[in-house]
């Protein structure tokens, strides 16, 4: 099985592991694609984040198209933008970018609903060692015994922050993952913990608008 990026396994977590129906909507799919993208290159040491702002540490890409293109966005502007203004930006598209990606890499289908006004797609998985991995990883960071690697911890804050908060029922409710998740984030390296913290406000800023598509 191949080796799934956060962004990866974020998308395979916010849709059914057997129907590949979303279980968000776009705009917290968006959020969560642009939110783990940048864990992804951060935990990849291309980049940091200082005083909120993002910042370049190097030019070498990571051989995944979807991540590739947001580092080679960030390598272009000459400005230093925030995690929330980053954030902002990539969610709109992202989303389709990585479906593509994992379409292109043959791991998922897609299957179109044809409604009134606009098409829903599914993304039904090729292989559900591959679609059950994700669930499976955030579990064990919350509930395990051992301490978990910084992908399996960024995978759980991140699908908590956009709303995904049943991944770890009936062994903890939502008040008991919310306790996790604030004790976690606090321990969480400087540079992580803001990034995790600009991807929150993102959601916070969308929830007080109204912007739920």
Request: hydrophobic content about 40%; glycine content about 6%; overall charge neutral.
């Amino acid at each position: 099985m191949r080796r799934l990026t956060l962004v990866d396994s974020l998308f395979f977590l916010a849709h059914d592991e057997f129907t590949g129906k979303p279980a968000l909507r776009r705009t917290g799919l968006g959020i969560g694609m642009a939110g783990s993208a940048l864990c992804d290159l951060l935990l990849a040491e291309r980049i940091t984040v200082e005083r909120k702002r993002i910042r370049p540490l190097s030019r070498r890409g990571l051989a995944h198209p979807p991540l590739d293109g947001v580092f080679s966005e960030i390598l272009r502007e000459r400005e230093r933008h925030t995690v929330r203004e980053w954030v902002t930006h990539l969610r709109h598209d992202l989303g389709e970018t990585v479906a593509d990606n994992l379409l292109a890499a043959g791991v998922i289908d897609r299957e179109t609903d044809r409604m009134l006004i606009r098409k829903n797609h599914r993304y039904p998985p090729r292989d559900l060692l591959m679609s059950t991995a994700a669930r499976s990883k955030v579990r064990a960071a919350v509930l395990g015994t051992e301490q978990p690697d910084p992908h399996s911890v960024c995978l759980a804050l991140l699908a908590w922050t956009i709303g995904l908060d049943d991944f770890c029922e009936p062994e903890l409710d939502r008040a008991g993952l919310r306790a996790w998740a604030e004790s976690t984030h606090r321990d969480l390296p400087k540079a992580l913990a803001e990034l995790i913290s600009g991807v929150d406000a993102v959601c916070a800023a969308v929830v007080y608008t109204g912007d739920r598509r």
